[in-house]
């Protein structure tokens, strides 16, 4: 199993700033990315951005310009600093590994959560 700890979330006023960690241990071999999701009130969970192993990145539209992921692959810890939050912003916050065939772990951590006031 692949054990994710996330850790950083809180609440922040729109506008401000927050920055989420990830550690990832336990059964990672092959991993060729990490990334982070949330899940938002009532929505499904969505993919936020994902760092290849090279330092490829992918963002997703809503928080392209405003969010940016770091990953450490010696210690497979990967960071999402968030900038200009808003209200939509708010969700539970998770990260995830990535194998070379492109597919995501199916272990999840408990997530961190983000709770942004306007």
């Known amino acids: 199993q692949v054990q994710l700890v996330e850790s950083g979330g809180g609440l922040v006023q729109a506008g401000g700033s927050l920055r989420l960690s990830c550690a990832a241990s336990?059964?990672?071999?092959?991993?060729?990315?990490m990334g982070w999701f949330r899940r938002g009130p009532g929505k499904q969970r969505e993919l936020v951005a994902r760092?290849?192993?090279?330092?490829?990145?992918n963002y997703a539209d809503s928080v392209k310009g405003r969010f940016t992921i770091s990953r450490d692959n010696a210690k497979n810890l990967v960071s999402l600093q968030m900038n200009s939050l808003k209200s939509e912003d708010t969700a539970v916050y998770y990260c995830?590994?990535?194998?070379?065939?492109?597919?995501?772990?199916?272990?999840w951590g408990q997530g961190t959560q983000v709770t942004v006031s306007s």
């Open positions: 995830n590994v990535q194998n070379n065939y492109g597919r995501w772990s199916i272990y």
């Open positions: 336990g059964s990672i071999l092959n991993i060729d990315a």
């Open positions: 760092i290849t192993t090279g330092g490829s990145t």
